[in-house]
């Protein structure tokens, strides 16, 4: 009898035994499934950040696209429709106004756009004495306009008077045709950031008319 109990309580412990080790397994096997299933989410979680990281790259560059293209067509339109209006104004004296309140702003004393742009080296008196011989040879015609407008030292000055300075100058004059003279000027200011425009302005030689391109 008592070799049978002690038979029984060796069965009892193995079977304990083997009842653990089995629930160990099944943990074991629970939690690697668990961190199998978590390392699959979170791959799919990362292919899904990156697709959507890239689709919002996508839309962002598309948009970028979209948004210079609808830019561009803007300006081109708007370019257009100030380039009608310059064909139908008339330009009699029109352009002598505009250079001669450049000139005189440029030599005004209380200005210094003279030494900004133009002579940088040289002292506001011989800046001045340098820009008064200049204005002097000057003829108000489109050829010696052409020429200002590229010109290497006067051309930087003329784009920032026309900028900042001619709608000033244009409110308080007394010219007439004010809105031509401001059409004008915006033609003007359009030639200075492209000069492919500048071969809008008619030049006369010999009673012809010339338009003027960029290797003259």
């Not at 561009?72 to 004296?93: M, T, V």
Request: overall charge positive; aromatic content about 12%.
């Amino acid at each position: 009898m008592k070799q049978d109990r002690q038979f029984e309580d060796k069965n009892s412990k193995k079977d304990s035994l083997i009842d653990n080790a089995q629930g160990i397994l099944f943990e074991k096997e629970f939690i690697t499934s668990c961190k199998s299933n978590e390392r699959n989410e979170n791959k799919h979680m990362n292919q899904n950040d990156q697709q959507n990281s890239y689709l919002k790259s996508q839309y962002e560059s598309d948009s970028s696209v979209l948004n210079n293209s609808e830019f561009q067509d803007e300006e081109y339109y708007q370019n257009n429709d100030l380039l009608l209006k310059f064909e139908n104004i008339s330009k009699n004296n029109i352009c002598k106004n505009v250079i001669k309140a450049f000139f005189a702003n440029l030599l005004d004393k209380n200005n210094d756009l003279l030494t900004d742009f133009v002579f940088k080296e040289k002292s506001q008196n011989n800046a001045r004495k340098q820009t008064k011989n200049f204005t002097q040879q000057y003829n108000f015609n489109n050829n010696y306009l052409h020429k200002l407008i590229q010109h290497p030292r006067y051309g930087k000055a003329f784009e920032f008077y026309l900028t900042f300075e001619a709608e000033h100058w244009l409110e308080k004059s007394k010219v007439k045709q004010k809105e031509d003279h401001q059409i004008y000027i915006n033609f003007l200011k359009l030639c200075c950031c492209n000069t492919d425009y500048s071969n809008r302005l008619i030049a006369y030689k010999k009673g012809k008319k010339t338009a003027f391109n960029n290797k003259q």
